[in-house]
């Protein structure tokens, strides 16, 4: 009885610790050939999609259910980086979903928005000032994604 308590535990240990990173299987992505002089962590193959919106190029990356990032790349409206950061969490704060912010650092942040106790999505923002220009990445707008996901996402776009 004992050495198969000990054998169980020993597979729940081993099948835990080879669960793989989700960033595991994120290669770099130049978007220099997109317009935007930046580098960011993507499935291989993702399929980037760009539009000129006039005053700001919006940029999608995706693949599959679990990564998809956007990308708004505009001239930079201040060059003071908290302002900028604080604006994009009150307007995240503004939504009637709005449950929490579950991290934060000097550029962006992870939240998280619950309808109710079954319906719980995440996402996150995340702000570059490089030269004259303001990038803000974001979760895509169409999409449920999980705390994990949404981690990767955020550690890809650093």
């Known amino acids: 009885m004992r050495n198969a308590i000990i054998l169980s535990a020993t597979i729940t ?4 610790a080879c669960k793989s990173d989700p960033a595991s299987n994120l290669k770099p992505l130049d978007l220099m050939k997109y317009g935007i002089p930046l580098t960011v962590l ?6 980037v999609e760009t539009m000129d919106l006039i005053v700001q190029n919006d940029v999608t990356i995706k693949k599959g259910d679990d990564y998809f990032i956007q990308l708004y790349a505009s001239d930079a409206s201040t060059t003071d980086l908290k302002k900028i950061r604080s604006d994009q969490m009150e307007e995240v704060k503004a939504n009637p979903y709005f449950a929490e912010i579950v991290s934060e650092d000097e550029n962006g942040f992870i939240y998280k928005k619950q309808i109710d106790s079954t319906n719980v999505n995440y996402g996150f923002k995340y702000v570059k000032l490089q030269g004259d220009k303001e990038y803000i990445f974001q979760t895509g707008l169409i999409g449920k994604f999980s705390k994990e996901s949404v981690m990767a996402m955020y550690d890809a776009v650093k």
């Open 13 to 16: 240990f081993l099948f835990v």
């Open 42 to 47: 993507a499935p291989d193959s993702a399929k």
